[in-house]
């Protein structure tokens, strides 16, 4: 079973503009990652974040974690065409550092 | 920079039959995971291993599935007897050792379709 709910399952924006996603989870985490996915293809990791970080940067990305509420956002400033994809959070927890429990995702769309 | 490799990428064959999924880590990584993603999902954790050893199994992984490592480089992973339900994409991901939650390196992934 999927470990969070993503918000909104289906994202559509203009090129230039912001795009947030948000990312629910329901047990206690050691991190949480976002990755991206181009149809077909694998995943790409993006960011990660640890249970004892609030916000991280990368580029164009900013990730925050809020542990209280289980919850995580990511933001993707000024976005291209070429983020075009799904995205998808993923926890890591408990005494298994190995496997990561993956939200449903949001598929984001970037019209030029 | 050789990143995960899977093969095939596709495959195609009908219920009952048996299929067998390779996956080549990136060679410095210890640890190598499966996942199976259907559509409009996101992926879910099938099993992983570090160096050789197999350490965790979902129970999504029925007797049906069993995945190997034998020298800790390459893994394979065959269903028998395949059903419907196996349709999917299987991913395989690899990992560095150290430290807690490093992230992981996907391949393209092989997809399953089951006549």
């Known amino acids: 079973s999927q470990q969070g709910e993503e918000d909104p399952q289906a994202l559509s924006i203009q090129e230039g503009e912001n795009a947030t996603m948000n990312c629910s989870y329901k047990?206690?985490?050691?991190?949480l990652q976002w990755y991206r996915q181009n149809s077909g293809r694998g995943l790409v990791h993006l960011i990660l974040i640890r249970s004892n970080e609030r916000e991280k940067h990368s580029g164009r990305l900013r990730v925050t974690l809020d542990t209280s509420k289980k919850s995580s956002s990511l933001l993707i400033t000024a976005s291209r065409a070429a983020d075009t994809a799904s995205y998808f959070c993923?926890?890591?927890?408990?005494?298994?550092?190995?496997?990561?429990?993956f939200g449903q995702g949001t598929i984001l769309t970037v019209h030029p | 920079d050789t990143g995960v490799s899977q093969d095939p990428r596709h495959k195609i064959t009908k219920r009952g039959q048996n299929v067998t999924f390779r996956c080549d880590p990136i060679?410095?990584?210890?640890?190598l995971y499966w996942y199976r993603q259907t559509l409009g999902q996101g992926p879910e954790f099938l099993t992983y291993f570090q160096n050789e050893a197999q350490l965790e199994k979902s129970r999504l992984l029925s007797d049906r599935f069993s995945a190997e490592r034998p020298k800790g480089s390459f893994s394979t992973l065959e269903i028998q007897r395949t059903e419907q339900g196996d349709s999917a994409m299987y991913l395989c991901?690899?990992?560095?050792?150290?430290?807690?939650?490093?992230?992981?390196?996907f391949g393209d992934g092989t997809r399953l379709s089951i006549l």
């Open positions: 993923a926890t890591s927890g408990g005494t298994s550092y190995g496997k990561l429990t």
């Open positions: 060679s410095e990584h210890n640890r």
């Open positions: 991901a690899s990992s560095p050792l150290e430290g807690a939650g490093q992230p992981q390196h």
């Open positions: 047990t206690s985490i050691n991190n």
